[in-house]
């Protein structure tokens, strides 16, 4: 059974079923539109989009409340030291600190170019946080990285007192680009050219007024079969002209 009209209200009602079956008539070509898609996008990810490395430092928030060497932390230091960290990423991204880092480095960026390259965030809720840089050349992103984890600490100083940052763990040339990720961009061109020749297939599906057989006749007019004429031309062999009549004389025509 293929699309019905209802003749009430004029509603058309798919076939599933048959939707299915012209899905798989067309299997390769909806195979060949996702080869075309990821390969384009294999190709995007490959040679034009420009890749990306990242650099991380990593630094240790120290809360002058909590005594060295005492066996014994109070929470509530704890909770105050990762309370800190969210200031001190504030202050790592004012403009009077990466403005001297600009300067330090001889970095070719102004200020929101660099708070752009540059992220930091606490690693898993503790007083540690994590710097950041991802920039196209790697062993730049290296040396911003350590820069902004050498100048953090003098920073700070001079604006919260009794607290300070150490660094933990400085950051090193990356070996292997962040983005883009080829897999993930080959994916989801399949995934686009799957959606979009599936579409295109189900719009051709749903305009298809072709009468094929006595079935459709019946189920698309609701209108009683009078004959079948075989069409003998040789242009559309095994087909025929169907009509059924109404009582108002209209035809069904093929």
């Known amino acids: 059974m293929d699309k019905t009209q209802n003749p009430n209200n004029n509603e058309m009602v798919i076939d599933l079923v048959d939707l299915a079956k ?13 080869v075309i898609f990821g390969g384009a996008a294999f190709g995007y990810a490959r040679f ?17 409340s909590i005594n ?3 066996t014994q932390v109070d929470l509530n230091d704890l909770t105050a030291a990762q309370s800190l960290v969210e200031t001190y ?30 992220e930091a965030g606490a690693v898993n809720s503790t007083e540690v946080f994590e710097i950041q840089v991802t920039s196209a050349d790697p062993e730049e992103a290296e040396r911003i990285a350590n820069c902004v984890a050498e100048i953090l600490p003098d920073r700070i100083a001079e604006i919260v007192e009794g607290s300070s940052v ?5 950051a090193i040339v990356p070996s292997q680009k962040s983005s883009p990720s080829i897999s993930r961009y080959t ?19 749903l305009f298809d007024d072709q ?10 007019f609701d209108l009683p079969l009078l004959a079948a004429i075989p069409d003998l031309t040789g242009k559309n062999s095994g087909s025929s002209y169907y009509y059924s009549k109404k009582t108002s004389g209209k035809e069904a025509t093929p």
Request: proline residues 2%.
């Open 22 to 34: 012209a899905l798989w008539r067309r299997a390769w070509a909806i195979v060949l539109v996702m």
């Open 211 to 220: 009468i094929r057989d006595e079935e459709y006749v019946r189920q698309t």
């Open 89 to 118: 990423i504030v202050i790592l991204k004012t403009r009077g600190t990466l403005e001297q880092v600009i300067e330090e480095e001889n970095l070719p960026y102004d200020y929101e170019t660099l708070s752009g390259m540059i």
């Open 166 to 170: 150490k660094i933990v763990d400085y």
């Open 187 to 205: 994916l989801l061109g399949l995934l686009l050219g799957a959606v979009v020749s599936c579409g295109i297939i189900v719009l051709l599906y």
């Open 48 to 64: 034009l989009v420009t890749p990306l490395y990242q650099a991380s430092a990593m630094m240790y928030v120290n809360n002058s």
């Open 68 to 70: 060295v060497g005492s």
